[in-house]
């Protein structure tokens, strides 16, 4: 580290491993600095020392955003949580970060990944210093509708920005405070009938709805003249509601496009999220400091049983200064206690985990999402771990395990042959989870390459029928790389069709 240099620094961002050059140039054009694949890791890294960070399936998208997956790996090798982030210049130029919805693995919601990735990405919005109005942007949805309401998001159709670029709907004429307001009152109404409240109790609590002026408000909702029912713990700390939160979490409640500022343009709101962050993190770090705790008292146990448990605790959820308290158990008498403690050592250095992941990748037992993504980890981070399989996995049935091993198949001597193969034996007629993320790599990355020996298989992906409208622009762009009188001739009777694609 250089000095004056601090994590989190612009001199952080390009620490480490590097992307591919049209990745590293469309970050560079976003941050104005050179950033790696190991510093963005480090910056999306949560702070629960369980868990470790990899950015993979990095795309340089024909808007120029550049589109991320999040994956978090536990130390046993197994993944807990995974999202999409994508980095745009918005339409003043300023930077806007949207986010998939994470999903996360139901033993790890209580360790405040979600509140974490926020804070980090807003730091990461202050380290970038783009522009006077950069945000944090998601289409809320499901569970995230509750999520983004009590973190202090706002309505993002009434900014001045608009809509998130990458909204499902970003043109969508309805506005969302509207849509949200109707559907509060009818809420109120059902539940309070439901409940017998009385008519003064339901109006007044749909006038109150009908006032809101942010998300934040609705998740405090009661019945007028009526205590406030808290959801009690770190929710009810910040004065949420069970009715507020009974109401976001409601099937007939609708999703809304959500916008987080960098420069709060509403500072008691950004407050409110900032609090509600705050009391989650405090109970976070307090729970987990009672499981360490209660690990340290079963080292003192007598019972052989009692000290073991202790020890695998520590590896799964302690930090690295934790080794201090396991290394004196390793010269242990009882060898059983001795191997146990020796093993967790290795867990805590993580020298490990990529055996672990490959071992989680190559058990047919699990979900085929989630060993496609560890593969792609494995295929960007430790490809000698997958090599030697890197033939029989790019012809697997599943197109999520096919496309997490690309990087190695790209990397073969042979490889762009592979990959127009890979392409050819997956047609877009097919109906296959994943199948249309494969294709739309597969074509990306041919028409980097613009090999004339994959021309043909191009030209027949074009002429097919039923392609989305991504895969037949990246067809349309690869196509027109070529000069080749056949890739004139398609694209010329694309156009006497008037089946244009999209201008690359």
Known sequence: MQPGESFGSKGWLARGRRFDRDISQGLYNLFGVEVSADGLAGLFQPSFPGVRCFVVQPRLAPDRAVELTLVGIARDGRPIWQGQRALVLGRDGSLELHRGLDQIHPAYQHRNITGDLINRELNLLRIARRGPTSRITIDAEGIGRYQCAINGFIFADETNEGPPLRSNRPFAPEQDRARVINAAEQFLEEVGRSTDKGRL????????????????????????????????????????????????????????????????????????????????????????????????????????????????????????????????????LDRRIAGVARQVLITLSGTELPLRMRNFVFNIKEDAQWRGLVLRILAEHYPEEITEQSSLLRVDPDARIQRGVIPVVARAAQGTAELAAMLAANPSSELRPGLAELRLELIELLGKRIDPLTLPVLLEQYRGAGNDPAETLALSRAVVGFRDPRANAVLSDIVRNQHRPPLP
């Open 201 to 332: 109790a339901i109006e007044g609590a749909q006038e109150e709805a009908r006032k809101t002026y942010a998300p934040w408000s609705l998740a405090r909702l009661h019945f007028a003249g009526e205590k406030p029912e808290s959801v009690g713990g770190y929710e009810g700390k910040v004065g949420i509601t069970k009715l507020g939160r009974e109401f976001w979490l409601a099937r007939d409640t609708p999703s809304w496009r959500a916008a987080l500022y960098l420069e709060p343009i509403h500072p008691a709101i950004r407050t409110a999220g900032e609090q509600f962050r705050a009391a989650r993190e405090a109970y976070t770090l307090s729970r987990l400091d009672h499981e360490i705790d209660e690990a340290r008292t079963g080292l003192a146990s007598d019972q052989r049983a009692a000290r073991i448990l202790a020890l695998e605790t520590l590896g799964m959820i302690g930090s690295d200064t934790h080794a201090s308290l396991v290394k004196p158990f390793t010269q242990s």
